[in-house]
């Protein structure tokens, strides 16, 4: 092997091991992912991931702890949140939400749905009576037959 390949591969491996400590360095410096305070109700935690500019996950956190919110609905409410409006959510997240009865069972009412063609609408339904996730509910709603009695 000649003196120039020699020495070229060991720039590269210099330079390689100059990188790999400039990133270690790097990561240790960086701040560790912090949390919204969990005994906070929802606004107040939508408020901390907003002022730390972490909308998107604010937006995940209210999809999470309101059952069958919309994707809009809760940017929405995010952005108010953000803006400093009055909050459109709910104030005790946690407690129990009370809903009208719902008439007729579960696999009626999301036949109902799929008849007047919003199966969407009766995946959120799914989801937010039986906590099963997306993929779940959805093979339940189209194992659901629209037009069965």
């Known amino acids: 092997m000649s003196d120039e390949v020699l020495y070229i591969l060991l720039a590269a491996g210099a330079i390689l ?3 790999a400590v400039v990133m270690v360095r790097a990561r ?3 701040a560790p992912l912090e949390r919204p305070p969990v005994g906070a109700d929802l606004t107040e935690r939508v408020r901390w991931l907003c002022e730390r500019g972490r909308q998107i996950h604010a937006i995940k956190l209210v999809r999470e702890e309101i059952p069958g919110i919309g ?3 809760a940017k929405d409410a995010v952005d108010a949140i953000a803006a400093g409006r009055p909050s459109p959510l709910p104030p005790r997240i946690g407690r129990p939400v009370l809903r009208p009865a719902a008439t007729g069972d579960l696999a009626e009412r999301v036949r109902a749905l799929k008849a007047a063609g919003r ?3 009766a ?3 799914v989801r937010g009576e039986t906590g099963m996730n997306e993929g779940e509910a959805s ?3 189209a194992a659901v037959e629209a037009d069965a009695p």
Do not use: I, N, S
Request: hydrophobic residues 65%; proline residues 0%; charged residues 15%.
């Open 139 to 141: 093979a339940f709603v």
């Open 17 to 19: 091991v100059l990188a």
């Open 28 to 30: 240790a410096g960086a």
């Open 119 to 121: 199966t969407e609408q």
């Open 123 to 125: 995946v959120f339904l």
């Open 71 to 73: 994707l809009k609905e």
